[in-house]
């Protein structure tokens, strides 16, 4: 059975960081495109950034230059570095696996889903 357990997030000023991490179990890690996602209370749940098998990233334009999508193959592990976090990034950011086929940023693509991690940042 495949679980997804995120965690790291919190709550920061505007310009601070955090780490979030999604550790995963119940498959071959190795083998998955991962994502994160993130839904803030009204709006639709949006594509922040994935990895794919072979490593490479996708981003979406609001987070490019500020967030890191990455994985520790060895640890089961994917992250998500924030860097100069602002308020407009105060959602549930949820990590998802296993796309199959479509568009990295589409989240009915992703079989797997964690509980989320809420992030807030104030101004």
């Known amino acids: 059975q495949v679980q997804l357990v995120e965690s790291g997030g919190g709550s920061v000023q505007s310009g601070g960081s955090l780490r979030l991490s999604c550790a995963a179990s119940?498959?071959?890690?190795?083998?998955?495109?991962m994502g994160w996602f993130r839904q803030a209370p009204g709006k639709e749940r949006e594509g922040v950034a994935a990895?794919?098998?072979?490593?490479?990233?996708s981003y979406a334009d609001s987070v490019k230059g500020r967030f890191t999508i990455s994985q520790d193959n060895a640890k089961n592990t994917l992250y998500l570095q924030m860097n100069s976090l602002k308020p407009e990034d105060t959602a549930m950011y949820y990590c998802?696996?296993?796309?199959?086929?479509?568009?990295?940023?589409?989240?009915?693509?992703?079989?797997?889903w964690g509980q989320g991690t809420q992030v807030t940042v104030s101004s």
């Open positions: 119940g498959y071959t890690y190795s083998s998955y495109c």
């Open positions: 998802a696996a296993d796309r199959d086929g479509g568009s990295w940023y589409d989240s009915q693509w992703y079989n797997h």
């Open positions: 990895i794919d098998s072979d490593g490479s990233t």
